[in-house]
């Protein structure tokens, strides 16, 4: 069985440290991974920031050819990825599974080669002329989850190293092997110690963010991490950008029907079995539909098969592992305590062998329950009624949390009001979670900082610097 290594310098390394990984659905040992050590860590900084003295000098054209080659080696070994995702984070293969999320990193590499952040003329008079330009900001630490573990790697790393900087990326601990075999292959594209890599938990992720020569966190996890990257942030005063929890709102319109919507609810609600930041995690219905929401959801649900991932035919996979498989049974139980709760479980068929739950839909809960309050990053969601439609954006907007929403409906008057009342980073219309490489996507409140995507994803791997000549 393979031990897999992390790569600092272009050269593979080990350590006397040799995690095992299990998969999610069957709980079969897939492989190991040597962690990385602090001494490590501080290597994969030194390196990067040597080389991104020379990577930095390139013009964005020349990188661009680098980032072109690595999109054609992700296509190249697109199956093979695919395979590891759904063997270590347990997404099913097929449907909207891995090979999707591999699609998304081919596009997620493309769009920002074809992309071109050019100098700025930002005054001019006949006394003076500004220019604003967008130089590197050095070494950038960037930090994953593990629901979509090689699609936000590709977020950060790929825009940072189009703007000239470098990078050490520490992989999520639960989704390490099919990183490090993606950056195994960006790496024989790139220059060596341009993408540098350390493995391990919270405690490398804390050094290598609270470290003085880095220049720029690029982050994706929990809330609470967030915070911490936060306090870390304070000793380098490291540029951040933060993508943390949502637990995002949906709204139907009154009267709407719920067979036409039924399927985009679910696939907004139920992608990556709810692990995903931008799911729909709450569900606003006028108290006259709530019948035929369930009744349309369950229809959904009842054709959709939940097993091992790399079966073709499974569309619904396990949770990715044992900490987040007993949050969510947590909060399930915390809910039976609400004597008003009903507990809809459309297809109870599941495997009984593997982190998986079934589809559940709850109804007769409201602000106060944790299963709505909370991101529950699960196959779970509430269903919550409303009588007007100023009560359901007011509940929307109650929390502290605000990445996506979206609102469901034909009249695109009140659509339209609605999205604007909504307070997100993005508020979708009958459509929930659909980003885009060209649109920048990011959170409000404490969903996060900063964008990502498109022109405004290239700025935030940026220093602004402003030549000023008189004439
Ligand atoms: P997490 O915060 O537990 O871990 C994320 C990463 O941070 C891991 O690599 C972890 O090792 C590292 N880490 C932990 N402690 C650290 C520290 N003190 N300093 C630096 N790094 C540290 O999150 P998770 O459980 O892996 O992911 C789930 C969460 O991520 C959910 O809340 C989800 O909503 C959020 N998420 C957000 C987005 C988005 O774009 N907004 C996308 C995906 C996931």
Redesign the pocket.
């Known amino acids: 069985m393979n031990t897999f290594s992390y790569i600092i310098n272009g050269v593979h390394k080990t350590s006397n440290e040799i995690i095992e990984v299990n998969n999610p659905a069957t709980g079969e040992l897939i492989g190991k991974y040597y962690a990385s050590t602090i001494e490590d860590v501080e290597e994969a900084i030194a390196t990067a920031k040597s080389q991104q003295k020379i990577w930095g000098k390139l013009s964005q054209e020349e990188r661009d050819q680098f980032i072109l080659q690595i999109a054609d080696a992700i296509g190249s070994n697109k199956s093979y990825l695919a395979e590891w995702i759904t063997k270590e984070q347990g997404k099913p293969l097929n449907g909207p599974g891995a090979q999707f999320e591999m699609d998304a990193c081919i596009g997620w590499t493309q769009v920002p080669a074809s992309l071109q952040l050019s100098d700025e003329i930002v005054f001019e008079d006949n006394t003076r002329k500004d220019v604003l330009k967008r130089l590197p900001v050095g070494v950038v630490a960037a930090?994953?989850?593990?629901?979509?573990p090689l699609m936000?790697a590709i977020w950060q790393i790929i825009p940072s190293i189009k703007m000239g900087n470098t990078v050490v990326i520490?992989?999520?601990?639960?989704t390490t092997i099919a990183s490090l075999e993606l950056f195994r292959i960006i790496n024989d594209i790139l220059p060596a110690g341009v993408l540098n890599v350390v493995t391990?938990?919270?405690?490398?992720?804390?050094h290598?963010?609270a470290h003085q020569d880095i220049s720029k966190i690029m982050?994706?996890?929990?809330?609470?991490?967030?915070r911490?990257?936060i306090e870390?942030s304070t000793k380098n005063m490291a540029r951040l950008t933060l993508?943390?929890?949502?637990n995002d709102a949906g709204i139907v319109l009154p009267g709407t029907d719920m067979h036409q919507i039924a399927e985009g609810l679910f696939w907004g609600s139920f992608l990556n079995m709810g692990?995903?930041?931008?799911a729909l995690k709450r569900l606003y219905v006028h108290e006259d539909d709530l019948d035929a929401t369930v009744e349309a959801l369950t229809t959904v649900t009842k054709n959709i098969k939940m097993g091992n991932g790399i079966e073709e035919d499974v569309f619904l996979s396990p949770l990715q592992n044992q900490?987040?498989y007993d949050k969510v049974n947590a909060l399930l139980e915390q809910t039976k305590n609400n004597s008003n709760a009903k507990i809809i479980i459309p297809n109870p068929e599941i495997p009984t062998q593997g982190y998986f739950i079934p589809i559940t839909l709850v109804t007769g809960v409201d602000h106060g329950d944790a299963i709505v309050d909370e991101?529950q990053?699960g196959p779970v969601l509430p269903i919550i009624t409303y009588t007007t439609l100023e009560e359901a954006i007011r509940k929307a907007n109650e929390l502290e949390v605000g990445?996506g929403a979206s609102v469901w409906g034909t009249d695109e008057h009140t659509l339209d009001s609605v999205a604007q009342q909504m307070e997100a980073g993005t508020v979708w219309i009958n459509q929930h979670g659909a980003i885009h490489p060209f649109v920048p996507?990011?959170?409000v409140k404490q969903?996060?900082y900063g964008v990502?995507f498109g022109i405004e994803g290239l700025k935030a791997v940026t220093l602004p610097k402003i030549i000023s000549y008189k004439k």
């Open positions: 930090i994953t989850p593990w629901n979509r936000i520490k992989p999520s601990e639960y391990g938990d919270g405690k490398i992720g804390a290598l963010t982050f994706t996890g929990s809330i609470a991490t967030g911490r990257i870390a993508e943390c929890g949502g692990q995903t930041c931008a900490m987040q991101e990053f990445l996507f990011g959170g969903s996060g990502e």
